[in-house]
């Protein structure tokens, strides 16, 4: 629901269906990547495991095209989706997967702190919700300095049961700042069904009491999340502050790799992945067009498998981060070596 009447001015392009052509086709390069980051993850290639976002992809591309490059994306602990779809190269997200030198990190962050700041990626985050405080500096920032500039902060549903996720969403309220508030609702917090710790009708209803326009969304719709998305960033950029979106989104996956899952039904996974999976929900609709023959639909499929095949060699390929480089940017460390010398 809205809570505020969008802007009577729409400055943002509805896209063409060549154009969903190739959203759809991050989309598919998005999932390949998942799939194989996880399979690779089983056999012990990447340690320490993964949160993979496989059935959410539509989230992150959806609002990475209703944003411009300059704009500021921090995310979650599940947070490929948003590194790939921000732009971050697929090689070098295996690479830090990998922890591997060549990674965007130098492969010392891993699978939950990936981070680009010349894209705009400033961090997804291992601690539930403070991506989400990331963004409001961000988006501080820009208010201070004048910058055009939009933050956005994902978390999950989970993160909507904590504390700091309001007390951000409140700031941005109170200072009227061009934040982006996005819960990425899957309906499970690990293992905990969401609806049974969550008080109130929705997370959007929750958020509205704050006083920003609050929009719950169907996530697994690519186009339902770039309008709702522009229409809050062009609140945002005309100065109207903060807003709140709260996309209806699943996991196909465990919470994490290797899960053994017993608190959902087969019956409710199928049902998600027959009816309500976004990368065919796109596909159905661009095949039913006509803008999308199967040759077309084959070379998608076939550059995906190509992208994710060469980023899984380049991090093989890639040597190990040195230890001995470990502490060259902890200014703490740094300032110690040069007092003990």
């Known amino acids: 629901m809205d809570k505020a ?43 320490g495991g993964i949160h993979p976002a496989i059935g959410q992809e539509a989230v992150a591309v959806g609002v990475m095209h209703a944003l411009q490059q300059s704009d500021v994306v921090a995310g979650s602990h599940r947070s490929h989706h948003h590194a790939l779809a ?16 060549s990674g965007v990190a130098g492969g010392r962050g891993g699978s ?20 989400l405080g990331i963004a409001l500096g961000a988006a501080l920032g820009a208010k201070q300095l004048g910058l055009d500039r939009i933050a956005v902060g994902f978390f999950g549903d989970g993160g909507a049961n904590t504390g700091r996720v309001w007390e951000f969403v409140n700031l941005a309220v109170a200072w009227t700042l061009p934040l982006i508030s996005i819960c990425e609702n899957n309906l499970y917090a690990v293992e905990t069904e969401s609806a049974a710790v969550t008080g109130g009708v929705s997370v959007a209803e929750r958020a509205a009491g704050f006083g920003l326009p609050s929009e719950q969304v169907d996530g697994q719709d690519v186009l339902a999340i770039f309008e709702a998305t522009s229409r809050a960033v062009e609140r945002a950029r005309a ?7 709260e996309m209806l989104t699943y996991r196909f996956k465990g919470h994490n790799t290797g899960e053994v899952g017993r608190y959902r039904s087969d019956e409710e996974i199928a049902l998600w992945r027959d009816s309500r999976d976004p990368i065919e929900r796109l596909s159905a609709r661009l095949q039913g067009a006509g803008a999308l023959p199967p040759e077309r639909l084959l070379e998608l499929e076939t550059r995906a498998h190509d992208i994710v095949q060469d980023a899984t060699k380049f991090a093989e390929d890639s040597k190990c ?17 040069g007092h003990a010398q």
């Open 321 to 337: 981060s040195d230890p001995s480089t470990a502490a060259d940017n902890v200014s703490v460390w740094n300032n110690w070596k």
């Open 5 to 47: 009447d969008p802007p009577s001015a729409q400055d943002w392009d509805f896209p063409s269906e060549e154009e969903l052509v190739d959203w759809l086709g991050e989309m598919i390069v998005i999932r390949r990547f998942e799939e194989q980051a996880d399979a690779l993850s089983l056999k012990g290639m990447i340690p």
């Open 112 to 131: 939950m702190h990936l981070a680009d700041f010349d894209l705009g990626l400033w961090g997804s985050n291992g601690i539930v919700g403070g991506g």
């Open 239 to 245: 100065g109207t502050g903060p807003s709140f979106l």
């Open 86 to 101: 921000k732009g971050l190269s697929p090689k070098r997200v295996m690479a830090e997967l990998y922890g591997r030198s």
